[in-house]
């Protein structure tokens, strides 16, 4: 059993900053591409930014400059840093991971989803 839960969603106002962390938890060997994806109200899902298991990292066009991601694999957890943040950013966020499972699963690998946490940016 594979687990994603994320932290840090909230009300903010433009301008302001959020940190997004998502920690993994299950019979997990290996972590390969991690990302984070968002949903606005009445729109598509998303590719907000990803990190691959190198550290090269990839950002939509709208949040480059003032999103970061970053990923800590001892501490099963990826994060992505939220500055300037504009009512265009309000949206649920979540989180991605493209792993391998342990041996009792053959390292299979497996592509495991957050539930998703609520970023409103409001003044």
């Known amino acids: 059993h594979v687990q994603l839960v994320e932290y840090g969603g909230g009300l903010v106002q433009p301008g302001g900053s959020l940190r997004l962390s998502c920690a993994a938890s299950g019979s997990i060997s290996w972590f390969n591409t991690m990302a984070w994806y968002r949903r606005a109200p009445g729109k598509e899902r998303e590719l907000v930014a990803e990190?691959?298991?190198?550290?090269?990292?990839n950002y939509a066009d709208s949040v480059k400059g003032r999103f970061s991601i970053s990923r800590d694999n001892a501490k099963k957890t990826v994060y992505l840093q939220m500055t300037s943040l504009k009512p265009d950013d309000t949206a649920v966020y979540y989180c991605?991971?493209?792993?391998?499972?342990?041996?009792?699963?053959?390292?299979?690998?497996?592509?495991?989803w957050g539930q998703g946490t609520q970023v409103t940016v409001s003044s």
């Open positions: 990190i691959t298991d190198a550290g090269t990292t």
């Open positions: 991605n991971i493209d792993l391998n499972r342990d041996r009792d699963y053959d390292y299979a690998e497996y592509d495991a």
